[in-house]
């Protein structure tokens, strides 16, 4: 990240992605992993805490001098609203409700969208989807940099920016890389959103809706916590385009740092994926199937 060029062109590779594979591979010999999938009953309820603290949170900031404000938006509102995304990503492989709830998944999603202050579930849950079927796939797969953006930020300075406006690269990427038609979920997303945004404002006035959206927006970009949108699917070792992190982050983010263990077994909640790895119950797992 400190070269000023690492590199002037995308690693093209021309096999499907190996997750698919892999996942073959891993149950014919451990089938018992099977029985970590499906949904978590813990996780409706641990998302409707974390908007009751962020709501708790939105009434007592209205009274505070600005620095104030400033000071826990930062340091409390951007972990808690950058935590309510990996929420929401947990959510989209319907893991609250189970497959068979997929429309309860859908408008919990919303529920857990509220306190981030932007409509975001929605149209997450139609790209990700993406994500995980074409890692990787040029004009398809929206989590990988433009050319621009590999082009134009290429010193020091430029990516500190780029890191501060992540969280802009990933609402325009979509339109600029494979734009979907509008679905009937997120223009509900949507009002259901700006609804929110504006009783809030007409509640308790600007500084709440400051905290919020802030929040959200550094939560996803200069922070300790959004080191994983770099670490996840950016190629440090040719050949290799998933990495897992087993740090204490995890306990924060959903254990979204699992990030191979998570593309072999999507269906497996965040909070079981540590059961993947040659730890416990799952013993026998070869260790190159935890750090591939």
């Known amino acids: 990240m400190g070269n ?32 970590l999938m499906g949904p978590d009953r813990r996780l409706k309820w641990i998302v409707c805490t974390m908007v009751v603290i962020q709501f708790l949170a939105f ?34 492989h319907n893991t609250a409700f189970g497959n068979n709830k997929a429309t309860w998944n859908r408008y919990f999603a919303m529920f857990a969208n509220l306190p981030i202050g932007l409509p975001y579930s929605a149209s997450f849950k139609r790209y990700h989807l993406d994500h995980h079927r074409y890692l990787g796939g040029d ?15 290429c010193t020091r300075f430029r ?21 979907k038609p509008i679905s009937q979920l997120e223009v509900t997303n949507v009002v259901i959103q700006v609804a929110f945004d504006i009783l809030l404002y007409w509640m308790w006035g600007a500084k709440p809706v400051v905290y919020m959206l802030a929040g959200s927006m550094l939560g996803m970009g200069l922070h300790p916590i959004s080191g994983h949108f770099i670490a996840e699917h950016y ?18 983010t959903f254990n979204v740092g699992y990030h191979n263990e998570h593309h072999d077994f999507p269906s497996i909640p ?16 070869p260790w190159e199937i935890a750090l591939i």
């Open 4 to 35: 000023r060029v690492a590199r002037e062109d995308y690693e093209w590779v021309y096999t499907d992605q190996p997750h698919a594979d892999r996942r073959k591979d891993i149950l014919a010999k451990h089938p018992e992993i099977k029985s």
């Open 139 to 153: 004009g398809v797969d929206v989590d990988i940099p433009t050319e621009f953006e590999g082009w134009f930020f």
């Open 159 to 179: 990516k500190l920016i780029w890191i501060i406006l992540q969280p802009l690269f990933y609402a325009v990427r979509p339109l600029c890389i494979n734009p």
């Open 59 to 92: 009434y007592l900031v209205k009274d505070l001098d600005w620095k104030w404000v400033l000071f826990w938006t930062y340091s409390f509102g951007s972990c808690i609203n950058h935590s309510m995304t990996l929420a929401i990503h947990e959510i989209s």
């Open 270 to 285: 965040g909070r079981r994926l540590p059961l993947v790895m040659c730890r416990g119950r799952w013993s026998s797992v």
């Open 235 to 252: 190629m440090f070792l040719k050949g290799y385009e998933t990495y897992s992190y087993y740090g204490s982050l995890n306990l924060l």
